[in-house]
Structure formats: C-alpha cells, structure tokens
C-alpha cells in the first residue's frame, strides 16, 4: 500500500538549517504533487509547500518564503524541503502528504498522509 515517510526532522538554533525528506514507499511519485504541512502544539494543521507533479508548479505559505525550499527527485522516489533561517515559530510536526498530478490549497484533498517528523527551534 502506498506510504510516505517522513525524515530529517530535530533540534536546530535559530538561524540555523535543516533538510525534510519524505520518501514514497509502495508507489511512484510521477504523478503526483506533495504538499508539506505542519502543526504546532495547540494550533491547526497549515500548508507550508507545495510542488506539482513534474516540479514546474511550487507554492509556499507566507510565513516561510524566502526561507524555504521544496524540491522533488523522481528518481529517488524523494521530496525535499529545506529549511534555512529557522525561527522558533516554525516549531511542529511536519507531515507530507500526496495529490494527483497538482496542489491544492485544501489538506482535505491530499491522501496518504506521513506520521510526521518533530521539528524543534529553539537555543
């Protein structure tokens, strides 16, 4: 059965970098957008980025453009997300999950869903 899994998550400083995978397991991702969202204690789950099928097409939350980067190797079946500039309000769990062919702005419409992967900003 199809499965995304998340990594690359951990403690990092303010300012400082970390890199999120999210592997596919059990299908290809040709086809398919991945989206990253995130959930921090107490809040709603919010998309942070977005990247269509072919890697043409990225959108990113406000909050973090500028900051981060999403990218995608079919090859590797993989989904990237780097992080630069953390601050401590990027702080959560991030999830990954799949869409056929193109993003959408609603997380409703993204299926599987990874277990997520703790990030932590903090000095």
């Known amino acids: 059965q199809p499965q995304l899994v998340e990594s690359g998550g951990g403690l990092v400083q303010p300012g400082g970098s970390l890199r999120l995978s999210c592997a596919a397991s059990?299908?290809?991702?040709?086809?398919?957008?991945i989206g990253w969202f995130r959930q921090a204690p107490g809040k709603e789950r919010e998309g942070v980025s977005c990247?269509?099928?072919?890697?043409?097409?990225?959108s990113y939350a406000d909050s973090v453009k500028g900051r981060f980067t999403i990218s995608r190797d079919n090859a590797k079946n993989t989904v990237y997300l780097q992080m630069n500039s953390m601050k401590p309000e990027d702080t959560a769990v991030y999830y990954c999950?799949?869409?056929?062919?193109?993003?959408?702005?609603?997380?409703?419409?993204?299926?599987?869903w990874g277990q997520g992967t703790q990030v932590t900003v903090s000095s």
């Open positions: 059990g299908f290809s991702l040709y086809g398919y957008a």
């Open positions: 990247i269509s099928f072919t890697g043409g097409s990225t």
């Open positions: 999950a799949r869409r056929d062919y193109f993003c959408s702005a609603y997380d409703k419409d993204f299926f599987p």
